[in-house]
């Protein structure tokens, strides 16, 4: 058997269906491949599936910056900051009135 990458099984009953279709020849390689690893057809395409969006919801969640864009960010986040009047005025106002969601 081939070492797989997992992902953890949404837990529950699996109520929802897709179908699709493809070439045959696709058919049969999944099916092969899926055979090497001891897998049923369904459970070797939801779990490719399941890893692509997994490797898709983490590159969204990554900010990538050339080197001097990033340099330049943290140039800028490293200024003191400056108070706004209007901004004061406002935080001031509404104090007591938000609470952390920690």
């Known amino acids: ?4 990458e ?3 099984p949404t837990p529950g009953k699996m109520e929802a269906r897709k179908e699709l279709r493809m ?5 049969e390689r ?11 057809e369904a459970d070797f395409i ?4 399941l890893l692509r ?8 969640a990554l900010s990538i910056l050339p080197v ?9 986040v490293d200024v003191p900051g400056k108070a706004v009047p209007g901004l004061v005025k406002a935080a001031a106002a509404s104090k007591g009135l938000l609470k952390d969601a920690g």
Do not use: N, P
């Open 1 to 4: 058997m081939f070492a797989l």
């Open 68 to 76: 001097e864009a990033f340099e330049a960010f943290r140039a800028a």
């Open 53 to 60: 969006a997994q490797e898709v919801e983490q590159r969204m």
């Open 6 to 8: 997992q992902t953890t």
């Open 30 to 40: 999944i099916k092969a491949a899926a055979a090497a690893t001891g897998l049923q």
């Open 46 to 49: 939801r779990q490719a599936a």
């Open 23 to 27: 070439h045959r020849a696709d058919e």
